[in-house]
């Protein structure tokens, strides 16, 4: 059975920075591509980021890029997000995902239960 498990959530001031990470178990982590999307409070789930499986493809919301950066680390199962230069709009819950690589949220049948991410002004 796959597992998904965020870390890493935390409050933070405007401007700061963040690293979430998300362990993976019950698959072949390597294969798979993933995804972070994110929540907020009153609006539908969003996607984030994107990480092909083999490391060579990412892509990003036009809301992230130049301020966060997805990783993975394939002998670790783990995936990351550096989120930089954070602002009160980034506020959301956030969760990662395995499945296809894609911005939709159906081409990923698993999800992780996801961590709270709180920037104040």
């Known amino acids: 059975q796959v597992q998904l498990v965020e870390t890493g959530g935390g409050l933070v001031q405007a401007g700061g920075s963040l690293r979430l990470s998300c362990a993976a178990s019950?698959?072949?982590?390597?294969?798979?591509?993933l995804a972070w999307f994110r929540q907020a409070p009153g609006k539908e789930r969003e996607f984030v980021a994107a990480i092909s499986e083999n490391r060579i493809s990412t892509y990003y919301a036009d809301s992230v890029k130049g301020r966060f950066t997805i990783s993975r680390d394939n002998a670790k199962n783990t995936l990351f997000l550096q989120m930089n230069s954070l602002k009160p709009e980034d506020t959301a819950v956030y969760y990662c995902?395995?499945?296809?690589?894609?911005?939709?949220?159906?081409?990923?049948?698993?999800w992780g239960q996801g961590t709270q991410v709180t920037v104040s002004s």
């Open positions: 019950g698959h072949t982590f390597s294969t798979y591509s």
């Open positions: 995902a395995t499945g296809v690589y894609s911005a939709l949220s159906k081409d990923y049948p698993y």
